[in-house]
């Protein structure tokens, strides 16, 4: 009679195993995988818990053998499925690989075609992380620009990355690095650094806080990141979060963005003269500007306003560190060697898609074996990868601090 229930609480406990190992395998991969492998090796410990706890009462060392077996099988299930899927990404990729090899972009392609074509110039993707990449928005391209027989020009590139982009979407942005195989050759490298710098200028507004976050919203400002409208969007959540903590900061961009992009410094910008679309842009960021940061000072009442950094201060480069010896198949994105050993992680922060890679040694052209240049000519090696871009980005620790007056 005590059998039953035994073989019972055996079989409920490796159900609860089987059930954890079969969750999605998306979250096996990404910067939180830790989480589920975390969940996956309790519900393995709890399978051999639960099977000693049923089965322990017959005998006095049996039970162990038949808990470990009943604990060895949902882990054999999650690693079959992790080979299974992988096996499947690298069929599919080597799919388009084979498809249309060595064929052209020409006019009314299909898609399977076109990108066959876009991943053999592009050369930098391995099979198994094609099937990563964000087919939709390669789908959609590819019917605005890429079907009329023509790769992506730098300034049709930042336009189809921006299409339909809100500032709190920066998991869907990061997902337009897709959108880097369909760049033109020429001008791949540029894209490349270009969709780094404003990934990562998302993720740092998110994070940030304080004066940090002022200065990353001047310099969206300052160098006309994304477009007004983002641009608008990210100023209001701003001053939104710091109204709450930092008023004297708030009103300190206020102030910053009414004296440099306002209607006074349009004004006395003289370069917008000829440039009929830079005035044009200009001239509707001076009236939002003064509508809007007039407005939003009265919010912050009769205070001092924070001292921010001057504009000489406030350079992109300073979020940028030297990287190790991988980077991003895709984007180029190399994580910094600073990056505790916590943060690490085998998808890239920026693409979210393509694991790193080591960096592949540049192109050599082949010359004559005497033509080496003395000691005294020779150049010191290069740390570029194949973009040539040396940017490497990551996310500042948090300034924790208050500010002061």
Not at 12 to 24: I, K, Y
Not at 262 to 273: E, F, I, K, M, P
Not at 357 to 370: A, L, M, Q, R
Request: proline share 6%; glycine share 6%; aromatic share 10%.
């Amino acid at each position: 009679m005590e059998v039953t229930p035994a073989v019972l609480g055996a079989v409920f406990a490796l159900a609860v195993g089987l059930r954890v190992t079969m969750r999605s395998l998306k979250k096996f991969r990404g910067r939180y995988r830790c989480f589920a492998y975390f969940d996956t090796a309790i519900s393995i410990l709890g399978v051999f818990g639960g099977g000693v706890t049923a089965l322990g009462r017959f005998h006095s060392w049996w039970p162990y053998f038949a808990a470990a077996g009943l604990a060895i099988i949902p882990a054999t299930v999650l690693l079959s499925r992790l080979e299974w899927e992988r096996r499947r990404r690298i069929a599919v990729g080597k799919y388009y690989q084979r498809f249309y090899p060595d064929g052209d972009l020409k006019d009314c392609m299909t898609f399977t075609q076109a990108m066959s074509t876009a991943i053999k110039q592009y050369g930098r993707i391995s099979a198994s992380n094609i099937p990563l990449l964000s087919f939709p928005s390669l789908k959609q391209t590819y019917e605005t620009v890429v079907n009329n027989g023509r790769w992506l020009s730098f300034e049709e590139f930042k336009t189809e990355c921006l299409l339909g982009l809100s500032f709190n979407e920066d998991k869907s942005f990061r997902g337009k690095a897709a959108l880097l195989i369909f760049a033109d050759p020429s001008y791949v490298a540029e894209c490349r650094e270009w969709f780094v710098q404003q990934a990562v200028l998302l993720k740092l507004f998110r994070a940030l806080e304080g004066g940090d976050l002022a200065d990353v919203t001047r310099l969206m400002w300052k160098r006309k990141m994304f477009n007004a409208t983002i641009r608008q969007d990210c100023f209001l959540d701003a001053f939104s979060r710091l109204i709450k903590k930092h008023n004297t900061v708030a009103l300190a961009l206020c102030q910053e963005l009414l004296e440099k992009h306002g209607t006074a410094a349009r004004n006395a910008d003289a370069t917008l003269v000829t440039q009929g679309n830079a005035e044009a842009e200009a001239k509707a960021d001076a009236d939002w500007v003064d509508r809007e940061m007039r407005k939003h000072k009265e919010r912050c009442g009769d205070i001092e306003a924070f001292a921010l950094r001057s504009d000489d201060e406030i350079k992109f480069d300073t979020w940028f560190a030297p990287g190790d010896i991988t980077e991003c198949q895709l984007c180029g994105y190399r994580r910094p060697n600073m990056t505790p050993g916590w943060r690490t992680t085998c998808v890239c922060l920026v693409s979210s898609i393509v694991p790193p890679s080591p960096i592949p040694d540049e192109p050599t052209t082949p010359g004559p074996t005497n033509a080496t240049p003395p000691p005294e000519e020779q150049e010191e090696p290069s740390t570029a990868g194949p973009s040539g871009n040396q940017y490497v980005v990551d996310m500042p620790e948090l300034n924790t601090t208050e500010p002061t007056k």
